[in-house]
C-alpha cells in the first residue's frame, strides 16, 4: 500500500529513461579530430594557383606566397572584387589549368566576404573546376584556449553554403591561428596541395584538425 502512490512516479520515470536513451541514439555532437592523413611534401606538383589575398591577411599571405613558390608553385594573384564580370576578365587573363583557387580573408569581413563570394561565382562562370579553399584566422573555437573574431564565423557559414551548391568547385575551409608559425605554414600548403583532403580543417600546435559529426 505504501508504494501504490508512487508507482505513477516511478513509471514516469521509466519511461523517460527509456526515450532519452533512444532519442540519446540519434544525437551527434561537433568535435575535432586530429587529422591522420600525411600532409607532408610528397612528389605532387604544385602546379599554378589562383590567390586572391585580402588587406589585413599579411601574417598568412607573406609566408605562404613564399613557401609556395619555393615549391615551385606559379601564383597568379588576384585583386579582390565585388565586381562579378570583373573578377571574371581577372580570371580569363589569368589562363587556366590550375590546381586550385585560395581566398585569404582579412580584417574587414563584410567586404572580404562578398569577394569571397563573388570569387566563387566568377570560378563557375570561368567554368574552371579547380577546388577553392577559404583560407581564415581565430574563425573557429578548437579548445578553450582559442580566442575568436566573432564576424569571421560568417565566412565559415558561406564557406558551407558554396560546399553544398557547388561541391565539384570546392577545396574547404582552413582556419589558422593568430600568429601562425613556419611549421603552420607547411602544414597549410601541404594541405592544399594532398590529394582527398577536403572540408573543414583547423591548424592548431603545429597539427591538423578536421571538424566531426560524432554520436555522443
Same mark, same amino acid.
Given at each position: 500500500?505504501?508504494?501504490?502512490?508512487?508507482?505513477?512516479?516511478?513509471?514516469?520515470?521509466?519511461?523517460?529513461?527509456?526515450?532519452?536513451? !533512444?532519442?540519446?541514439?540519434?544525437?551527434?555532437?561537433?568535435?575535432?579530430? !586530429?587529422?591522420?592523413?600525411?600532409?607532408?611534401?610528397?612528389?605532387? /606538383?604544385?602546379?599554378?594557383?589562383?590567390?586572391?589575398?585580402?588587406?589585413?591577411?599579411?601574417?598568412?599571405?607573406?609566408?605562404?606566397?613564399?613557401? %609556395?613558390?619555393?615549391? =615551385?608553385?606559379?601564383?597568379?594573384?588576384?585583386? &579582390? /572584387?565585388?565586381?562579378? /564580370?570583373?573578377?571574371?576578365?581577372?580570371?580569363?587573363?589569368?589562363?587556366?589549368?590550375?590546381?586550385?583557387?585560395?581566398?585569404?580573408?582579412?580584417?574587414?569581413?563584410?567586404?572580404?566576404?562578398?569577394?569571397?563570394?563573388?570569387?566563387?561565382?566568377?570560378?563557375? $562562370?570561368?567554368? %574552371?573546376?579547380?577546388?577553392?579553399?577559404?583560407?581564415?584566422?581565430?574563425?573557429?573555437?578548437? $579548445?578553450?584556449? $582559442?580566442?575568436?573574431? &566573432? /564576424?569571421?564565423?560568417?565566412?565559415?557559414?558561406?564557406?558551407?553554403?558554396?560546399?553544398?551548391?557547388?561541391?565539384?568547385?570546392?577545396?574547404?575551409?582552413?582556419?589558422?591561428?593568430? !600568429?601562425?608559425? $613556419?611549421?603552420?605554414?607547411?602544414?597549410?600548403?601541404?594541405?592544399?596541395?594532398?590529394?582527398?583532403?577536403?572540408?573543414?580543417?583547423?591548424?592548431? =600546435?603545429?597539427?591538423?584538425? !578536421?571538424?566531426?559529426?560524432?554520436?555522443?
Amino acid at each position: 500500500a505504501l508504494v501504490e502512490p508512487l508507482l505513477p512516479h516511478l513509471r514516469s520515470w521509466h519511461d523517460s529513461t527509456v526515450r532519452d536513451g !533512444e532519442v540519446g541514439k540519434w544525437l551527434y555532437e561537433e568535435t575535432w579530430v !586530429e587529422h591522420q592523413a600525411s600532409v607532408s611534401a610528397g612528389s605532387e /606538383s604544385f602546379g599554378t594557383w589562383l590567390v586572391m589575398a585580402h588587406s589585413g591577411s599579411e601574417s598568412i599571405q607573406i609566408p605562404l606566397y613564399s613557401w %609556395l613558390e619555393e615549391q =615551385g608553385a606559379d601564383l597568379r594573384i588576384l585583386t &579582390p /572584387s565585388e565586381n562579378r /564580370s570583373g573578377l571574371l576578365a581577372q580570371l580569363k587573363d589569368a589562363g587556366d589549368n590550375f590546381r586550385g583557387a585560395i581566398c585569404l580573408i582579412g580584417a574587414q569581413t563584410e567586404r572580404d566576404l562578398g569577394s569571397a563570394l563573388v570569387m566563387s561565382q566568377a570560378l563557375a $562562370d570561368a567554368s %574552371l573546376k579547380c577546388p577553392m579553399w577559404i583560407i581564415t584566422q581565430r574563425a573557429v573555437v578548437v $579548445d578553450s584556449t $582559442d580566442w575568436v573574431h &566573432p /564576424s569571421l564565423g560568417s565566412c565559415w557559414g558561406l564557406g558551407r553554403t558554396i560546399a553544398w551548391e557547388n561541391p565539384e568547385t570546392w577545396g574547404g575551409l582552413i582556419d589558422l591561428p593568430k !600568429e601562425p608559425e $613556419d611549421e603552420d605554414i607547411a602544414i597549410l600548403g601541404n594541405t592544399l596541395n594532398a590529394a582527398g583532403i577536403s572540408g573543414e580543417l583547423v591548424i592548431r =600546435g603545429q597539427r591538423l584538425w !578536421e571538424r566531426k559529426l560524432l554520436r555522443k
